[in-house]
């Protein structure tokens, strides 16, 4: 039998769509104040309206700064593009203005060197009115390009420097990992350079801000986030669909380079992801959150029948997760792949360092097949044949070395069967141990770190993150499994966790065995992490 899941409650079309292919009213502010964001890997980005209604700006009221002899350097930047042709994004160049009033000398450095080649002409100090000064008439040194920046000396009050870049040499080089002929998806760190004295010891301000209607910036209040992790830069034709969720919090879906869905099917969609969600009690999705829907990779190990070939959570300013999206699937097939709701809930934890990879993607990777069974998507069923499948596949990953060091080099040896799904093992034979021996769980563990964990900017070792969720369960729960499985080479042994389910496997398959009195508590807590559905349900 089929249902339907009720679509999210107070749903609200704020602000409509918007289509940058043609020159809409209002567009150039909501251009300017859209933003992405993002994190290598799998850690967490967005599009942010600043004026939203949001919960910091109910609940959490910032207060002053109690110290007034800290100083506050305020550095802006404001991007256009230049000889933008809708037909070919790539023959753009990008003008980025830095006004600062920092008073000290400074360069401004790129993030990588070799982005020093992407520069057109002579970076020129701005004088008032917007003009471009001589430096020697003002007294004054011009900005030199040095080996590894641009070196500025103030000339006194606010200094504005202005820089520009050719996208078609970015493109050449591979800086910009997708470029359609209308739209560019570019990494904002190429055009954002980063000021030398731009450090902790300061408090130091960063805004971004672009007339340019082709443009959307990642939004961001605040100091080193967009310097320290990577986010996205839209160039070209978009289409933005924005709407209250259930939560009462801003979501927004951004198509690029164009509309493969007609906005109420992204509403329904978006509604779908966040019914499967709300099946983690306490769970809530990040303000302001961007979903970024790119073309999919035309890889040929990316399979054509699925609605999503990619996803990534990123954090670099407003959360946002980006997404290879296919045309020609429904809201419900969409809403019930796995790629949506395992990005969603990297939301659940911090940053990790590298070493750390495996926790982060062994939680996302559990609650994408608990959720999406909670959810009515699949059956209990069938949410442990795919278990049972990715474990299998997780022992038969990897170099033969540790978890620790897998996780560390995942990305150079491509181990990731065994970086996630040891990381899945874990998350279940923890959430096992606190359900049995504690009348607790992982589901209010995790919740209570969502809304409990201090600056969500800094990256974390695994060590410590477990500690803290040791300290939240009042166990030695997380430590205690991590002692045992960091510096192993074998995969962490789930025979157990599976005859505590009553359920019996063989090398390919999985058999659940009914319920009776004898079995009751295992039933009970089979029920307790699948829910109950027993048929396989539509969104």
Partial sequence: MHKEVPEAPNLE????SVSVSK???????????????AVMGACGGGFGIRNSPSRNQVQNVRPQDPNPLVSQIL???????????????????????????????FELKPERIELLSALRGSPRVVCAMGSLCDGQAMGERPPVVTDDGISVVPVGGQTCLRYRLSVARMVQAGWIPRAWPSALLIPTYTWLWKPSVLDRTAKNAVRLSTEDP????????????????????????????????????????????????????????????????????GFIPPEDLTWLWVEPSTTPSVQANEPFGFGMATRGGNPTILLYARPGFTANAMAGHWVPIHELMHFLTPLVQPEGT??????????QILLRARGGVITTQQALQELHHGLSAGTRGGTGRTLRQESADMRQT??????????TAFMWLADLQLRRLHSASLDEVLVQLQSSY?????????GQLLAMLDRISQTSTFTGLWSTWADQSGFPDTK?????????????????DPCTSERENQCQLRRALFGNAMEVDSL
Wanted: proline fraction near 4%; charged fraction near 20%; glycine fraction near 6%.
């Fill in 496 to 512: 157990s966790a599976f005859q505590s389910l009553a359920v019996e496997r063989s090398a390919t398959e999985i058999h659940i």
């Fill in 23 to 37: 020159k809409v009213p209002g567009l150039q502010r909501l251009a300017s104040l859209l933003g992405v964001l």
């Fill in 414 to 423: 491509r181990a990731y069967q065994r970086v996630y799904w040891s990381g």
């Fill in 13 to 16: 079309v704020r602000m409509g």
């Fill in 75 to 105: 550095w802006s930047y404001r991007i256009v593009s230049r000889n933008f042709m809708k037909a070919q994004a790539r023959t753009s160049d990008l003008e980025v203005e830095l006004c600062t009033s920092e008073q000290r000398p």
């Fill in 454 to 462: 201090p600056n969500p900017q800094r990256r974390w070792g695994a």
């Fill in 358 to 367: 495996w926790l982060t993607e062994g939680i996302a990777t559990y609650y």
């Fill in 214 to 281: 082709f443009l959307l910036l990642p939004d961001h209040q605040g100091t080193g986030a967009l310097f320290r992790f990577l986010s996205y830069t839209v160039l070209g034709t978009h289409h933005a669909t924005s709407h209250i969720s259930g939560e009462n919090l801003l979501e927004r879906i951004v198509q690029v380079p164009k509309a493969n869905h007609d906005d109420q099917t992204l509403l329904r969609w978006s509604s779908r992801v966040g019914h499967l969600a709300r099946k983690l009690p």
